[in-house]
């Protein structure tokens, strides 16, 4: 199987960074894209960044906040987390679309999730 494990969360004054890690384990032949989301008590969940390896896509409401990175030799994906806003607490999940094989078995896979608190 897959596992994601993600750290990092926390507790921060606004204005504070965080620095959200997860790394990918298991039955793993090549990982396509990466992404971070999250969901804050009574909405839905969100795309906050994702990345391939080519590029990297924001939400708005983080753009010039937030940087996506990943290091393909550890399976890992970053999320770089600066200027946070009381609007950025949320439980953050990482994703990761994962081939099982070198004949395929594609899936997304899902991290259990870390909670980030905002406080003014």
């Known amino acids: 199987q897959v596992q994601l494990v993600e750290s990092g969360g926390g507790l921060v004054q606004a204005g504070g960074s965080l620095r959200l890690t997860c790394a990918a384990s298991g039955i793993i032949f090549r990982i396509n894209t990466m992404g971070w989301y999250r969901q804050a008590p009574g909405k839905q969940r969100e795309l906050v960044a994702s990345?391939?390896?080519?590029?990297?896509n924001y939400a708005d409401t983080v753009k010039g906040r937030f940087t996506i990175s990943r290091d393909n030799t550890k399976k890992t994906v970053y999320l770089q987390m600066n200027s946070l806003k009381p609007e950025d607490t949320a439980v953050y999940y990482c994703?990761?679309?994962?081939?099982?094989?070198?004949?395929?078995?594609?899936?997304?896979?899902w991290g259990q999730g870390t909670q980030v608190t905002v406080s003014l």
């Open positions: 990345i391939t390896n080519d590029n990297t």
């Open positions: 994703s990761a679309f994962v081939a099982k094989y070198q004949w395929g078995d594609w899936s997304t896979y």
